[in-house]
């Protein structure tokens, strides 16, 4: 038995060190509930609303859905949540079991009243509620539209695709695949046979969708008529392929529609697996009756009106949704992020570079790379373990042999500012003397098969078990797991990477879990699939900040992610492959993820398998420094390939893109915590800062890195050279020659090896620390150097963000929010500090030692800093302005005239 066991994971682990076998994985024809969701017809079940059943109160408007196909009787229900947000839940009125319902993820702080409005039709109900939004529910066929200052935003049902496959008694014969079915050599038992779910979303006026991630696919979501649907199914999917709807490690059932003037959004609260249908269409097919009036407002003929038409469906659970009318982007992602929970604000460390290999070998190996780093004054945060510093794969566990003074090893780093991470995955060794296997085992906090056992798969230690992360309890105890007391060897000093936690098992079905497992609760695995990697991920934060005695900010990487997982940590686009189109690939997806509300998202620089060229290798940095989370990392069988490796030239090149992604860390943490207190994304998409340009729409090949830096990474092999499009109106400043561009044109910019093309928009201003440090931790009281990118007008405003950089404290208004602005008047350039924002007092040591102007047109003739001549110097054919050492302190209140 043990030699057959052995030969099992063998062969996993071979399967694994090859290319993505694609027949690994379903598509729609291998899926009995996509397929039959797919097949439906418009209006197929006719349902109806029952305007007898109407009962509205101050807090919900509740009625009935009747089929005339003789389908279950639906209850719908309408409230309004969190200052604005519709809801719709759909659930089964009379079901012989329930359903599962996503608990915990979203966070309801208000609702609203639906006033309604008497109309004189008969054929609807119309209600008024916040911000000039109202809802039509049109009777019969039900069909439900979200109106905004009378103008339509998203139609739901319009198509009729409402589908509820309600539980039923087993038959004698059962049709097959509806409650038996089979992928390969896996056999899925589905005891309370098909449960299905489905309703179709439209946008009007919209060609433009994003977002419901993970997929290897471009930013505007591709019409999937002539292919498989985006699958929405947390998968371990090596080496993945390109421009493909497949699902990959994450999901997050939230899609974003953008046109001029307009940002809608839907957010589809299901854990279970999903599809998305997506189709272009004219907003004519489906505007029937009453409703024709409202389309007027978009100005055009009836048969000129694009609309973008999607499909959802998903295997378990119930229809619970939310509709985001905007109007803008950031009303959607602020409306988001409070529902679902705004973004973490991470420790300064966890946005500087990060070191990774699958494996370090021992301690020794752990300082060279370290020495290596200092030898070549290329900066680094933290250096990462993978599983192979365990014992056998027992996590939290060291090998003693390789590993004897794991306390001391992080000590050392500690010394120079620096970090470490370790892997803890979620499959538990199943091995006798095994602490955290035996206690979870005693205690009964392992997922269960469907016959009531310990559910037993195959994972990097050989046999496994997955605890229950379903449960608040055993999220509790795994959080006390990583306390100094219960992981030796382990200080406070160290961080934690989540990986596998799809959850992978390799000999399941798709190398996952089966469906049928059992949860806490009698809860199917179906039901909760996409949101296991997430509570692994939140639990393993808790424990992190519990260490601290709840003062230290925690780090937690996770591979699998769900809507939520904003709120614990980063992610990573999972084992991309060293070649160019996998590099190409990476800003796509990282800006879906984005789009979807998760920032916190970075690619594997260098791609994990393969061996990537120099060339490769050196634009992959240069691109990685541009992103919200930024680690170098490379499988077992890869060369070694830390920067410090390179031939010089490179070598010299790539150390000069990871310093200066470090001088720009102040400003990266000022986006950072604007994301956690707006939601915005930090990687954005051209069209979010620029929502009226068209040509922005679809564009991935350049993005905005908050709002004041565009990027245009170099992707293709042997390019010298990048088209860049310059959008708005008014000046871009190339932030390594400080030449200006003017907007509203597409120009080849050259890019040779030493140089990614970075322009800093006119009007904003960026905070910097030019000294350069070792890691991040060294630099928190340098000076600051503020660049100010002046408009055709001569204005500019921004602003920094401070505080300790690592604790809690900022929760209680320990932190400094300073603004800046420069303004020109005649012959008068004026640069203001002032509006420091915090609720309690906080003071730093910081100070502004320059400040840069961009776009000077005239030599100055006096300088006063407050009142007093200060020292200037003015480069006067590239139109800058230096003002050397001011020295207000970052909180400071002052003023600098400009004479010109």
Known sequence: MAAAKLAVLVLCVAVLAAAVDRNNFKKCSDSSFCKRNRALTPDHGKYAVDASSLDLNDQRAVMDLNSDAGLAKLQLTLSVVNKGLLRATIVEKNPIRPRYQVQDVVTIESTHKLTRVRQEEKDILVFDFVNEQTVVVTLNPFRLDLLRAGEIVISVNSRGLLNYESFQARPETPFGGDWEESFKTHADSKPHGPSSVGIDFSFPGVEHVYGIPEHASSLALKETVNSDPYRLYNLDVFEYELDNPMALYGSIPFMVAHRKKQTSAVFLLNASEMWVDIALSKLQQGLKGTLRKFK???????????????????????????????????????????????????????????????????????????????????????IWLDIEHTDGKRYMVWDRTKFPHPEQMQNSLAERGRKMVTIVDPHIKRAPGYGVHEKASSLGYYIKNKDGAEYDGWCWPGSSSWLDFLSPQIQDWWADQLSLENYGGSTRHLHVWNDMNEPSVFNGPEITMHKDAKHVGGWEHRDVHNIYGMWQQAATAKGLLKRSGNKERPFVLSRAFFAGSQKYGAIWTGDNTANWAHLEASLPMLLSINAAGLPFAGADIGGFFGNPDNELQLRWFQAGAYQPFMRAHAHLDTRRREPYLLPDNERKIVRDAIRTRYTFLPYIYTVFHEAHTTGLPVMRPMWLEFPDDAHTFAMSTQYMFGNALMVAPVTKQGSQSVEVYFPGDQPWYDMENFKSHQAGATMTIAAPLRKIPVFQRGGTIVPRKLRVRRSSSLSHKDPISLVVALTKEGLADGEIYVDDYNSTAFETGKFLIQSYSASTSGRLLQFQAKGVRATAPYRTTEWVERIFFFGVKTKPSAVTCQGSPCTYQYEDNMRILTIRKPAFKIGDEYSIHVTL
Not at 301 to 311: E, L
Not at 333 to 350: H, I, S, V
């Open 296 to 382: 007027s407002f978009f100005g055009q003929a009836q048969d000129d009106v694009p609309q973008t038409d999607t499909h959802w469906f998903a295997e378990s659970g119930i229809l619970d949704f939310y509709l985001f009318s905007g109007p803008t982007a950031r009303d959607v992602y602020y409306q988001y992020a409070k529902l679902t929970g705004m973004p973490q604000m991470p420790p300064l460390f966890a946005l500087a570079f990060h070191q990774c290999r699958w494996n370090y070998n021992d301690e020794a190996d752990v300082a060279f790379v370290d020495s290596q780093f200092d030898r070549f004054d290329i900066p680094v945060d933290v």
